[in-house]
């Protein structure tokens, strides 16, 4: 048995200083919304991505739009045993 824990963390990606306006703008517009946008738009740059240490926190299911945040497993590719999804 295994028990999956959904989280949250923060992750950090530098931006060239010469493209720093353009991605502000970009932010502040809603274009880019989360990091995945910054390698997804054709804007040719090289960034340098991490995930900072010590941020991860444990998520509740109303957080998550009452969705489980924690699923327990009988094995690998299975069926839940259990979670902890609001039913409503």
Do not use: A
């Amino acid at each position: 048995m295994y028990i999956d824990f959904k989280i949250t963390t923060w992750e950090r990606v530098e931006i060239p200083p010469e493209r720093e306006k353009e991605v502000l703008t970009k932010l502040k517009s809603g274009e880019i919304e989360c990091s995945n946008d910054l390698w997804s738009m054709d804007m040719n740059m090289d960034l340098t991505y991490e995930t900072l240490d010590d941020t991860s926190v444990q998520m509740t299911p109303k957080e998550n739009l009452s969705s489980p945040t924690i699923e327990v497993f009988k094995e690998r590719g299975s069926d839940p045993l259990w979670d902890n999804w609001i039913k409503k």
